[in-house]
């Protein structure tokens, strides 16, 4: 089950008393904890070297830009690659609400309060934002 992991859902699943604030922020810290770096995924996949990577973090720490756009700027990856690794990297990234469920809450609350939520906030017929 995928869902929300921005700051009104967040407030949501603690107004409707699911979860505290306190459960919330450690299940969004845990998921960035446990989000691939793009560097990881492309030398895996054999896209990039390691001392490509190197040079793109290197360049990252002075430009604060994005791995992605540096790594296309720099003509080590295509835009295919880059998005193909923000697919991997999504998809590597555990949800929150996977997260809150590893952390004790109950899957069967969990999902009736998103569907509440999507109720509420969701116009008909678009696609929630997902991760």
Same mark, same amino acid.
């Given at each position: 089950m995928n869902t929300y992991s921005n700051p009104v859902f967040a407030r949501y699943l603690v107004? #409707? &008393?699911l979860t505290s604030a306190h459960e919330v922020l450690l299940a969004m810290e845990t998921q960035q904890a446990r989000r691939p770096m793009l560097g990881? $995924? @492309? /030398?895996a996949e054999r896209m990039l070297s390691p001392g490509q990577v190197n040079q793109i973090v290197d360049a990252q720490r002075a430009a604060r830009r994005r791995f992605g756009e540096l790594a296309l700027e720099m003509k080590f $990856? #295509? @835009? @295919?690659q880059v998005l193909r690794l923000l697919q991997m990297q999504e998809d590597e990234t555990p949800t929150l609400? %996977?997260?809150l469920v %590893? +952390? &004790?809450v109950e +899957? /069967? +609350?969990l999902e009736r309060v998103l569907e509440q939520f999507l109720t509420r906030n969701e116009p008909a017929g678009k696609a929630p934002l997902i991760h």
């Amino acid at each position: 089950m995928n869902t929300y992991s921005n700051p009104v859902f967040a407030r949501y699943l603690v107004r #409707s &008393g699911l979860t505290s604030a306190h459960e919330v922020l450690l299940a969004m810290e845990t998921q960035q904890a446990r989000r691939p770096m793009l560097g990881q $995924l @492309a /030398v895996a996949e054999r896209m990039l070297s390691p001392g490509q990577v190197n040079q793109i973090v290197d360049a990252q720490r002075a430009a604060r830009r994005r791995f992605g756009e540096l790594a296309l700027e720099m003509k080590f $990856l #295509s @835009a @295919a690659q880059v998005l193909r690794l923000l697919q991997m990297q999504e998809d590597e990234t555990p949800t929150l609400n %996977e997260i809150l469920v %590893e +952390r &004790g809450v109950e +899957r /069967v +609350r969990l999902e009736r309060v998103l569907e509440q939520f999507l109720t509420r906030n969701e116009p008909a017929g678009k696609a929630p934002l997902i991760h």
